[in-house]
């Protein structure tokens, strides 16, 4: 598809369950934002990943949060245990460049997490 | 930690009305400052700024950064009500990371 592709777009899971979220990055975007956002609030820095690797991860909340990007394209967000408080949409964002603060990202539409 | 804070939270104007956002930050390493539009879940991009003073026009909208001050605003002129949306202000450093506000929402009455 010409858009980033994020699937599923909805999740309700239970309190203490596995969850992973997809992320399809528009091809040929090296670089790969994983965010996180509550109502009323911005999106929340999560991890990036320049390529395969993940350049800054600072955002992973705790240890339950991890990502990954093996072939650098389609990236997994992965959360065990997970809590009521993990509940929120998680955006994925693509972008071209190698420095991509230096250019515009393209957002998925988003996986709303609901954990009950 | 960086920080990126905008206002109003919240505006409400009738079709053609000027509306101004802004947007005021504190990163470290700044590299550029971008804002988008979001309607439903994806936001979608309006305009990236790196230089002071340099106006970014689009249609009816338009945008500046000072970079002394550290801040920037976002103009919208005529307003429509295609325009209610949430606007979203980032500010990327030269790690890569973005700081997002928490956005400021635009309604438009007709």
């Known amino acids: 598809g010409a858009g980033v592709s994020q699937t599923p777009s909805n999740k309700v899971t239970e309190k203490g369950k596995y969850v992973e979220l997809r992320c399809d990055p528009i091809?040929?975007?090296?670089?790969l934002y994983w965010y996180r956002q509550s109502l009323g609030q911005g999106p929340e820095f999560l991890i990036y990943?320049?390529?395969?690797?993940?350049?800054?991860d600072s955002g992973l909340p705790n240890d339950r949060f991890f990502a990954v990007r093996p072939e650098g394209s389609v990236s997994t967000l992965k959360i065990q245990r997970t809590e009521r408080g993990d509940s929120a949409v998680y955006l994925c964002?693509?972008?071209?460049?190698?420095?991509?603060?230096?250019?515009?990202?393209?957002f998925g539409q988003g996986t709303r997490l609901t954990v009950v | 930690e960086d920080k990126v804070v905008q206002s109003p939270l919240s505006l409400v104007v009738h079709e053609g009305d000027t509306v101004t956002l802004n947007c005021s930050y504190e990163v470290t390493n700044f590299r550029s400052l971008l804002w988008y539009k979001q309607e439903k879940k994806a936001p979608t991009f309006l305009f990236m700024l790196t230089s002071s003073g340099i106006e970014k026009k689009s249609g009816r909208l338009s945008s500046i950064l000072d970079k002394k001050e550290l801040f920037s605003i976002l103009n919208i002129t005529a307003t429509q009500t295609g325009d209610s949306a949430i606007y979203l202000c980032?500010?990327?450093?030269?790690?890569?990371?973005?700081?997002f506000g928490d956005g400021t929402t635009l309604t438009v009455k007709p």
């Open positions: 990943f320049q390529g395969t690797g993940a350049a800054d």
């Open positions: 091809s040929g975007h090296t670089a």
């Open positions: 980032a500010v990327g450093t030269n790690a890569g990371k973005s700081t």
């Open positions: 964002a693509s972008s071209l460049l190698s420095k991509p603060t230096n250019t515009e990202a393209f």
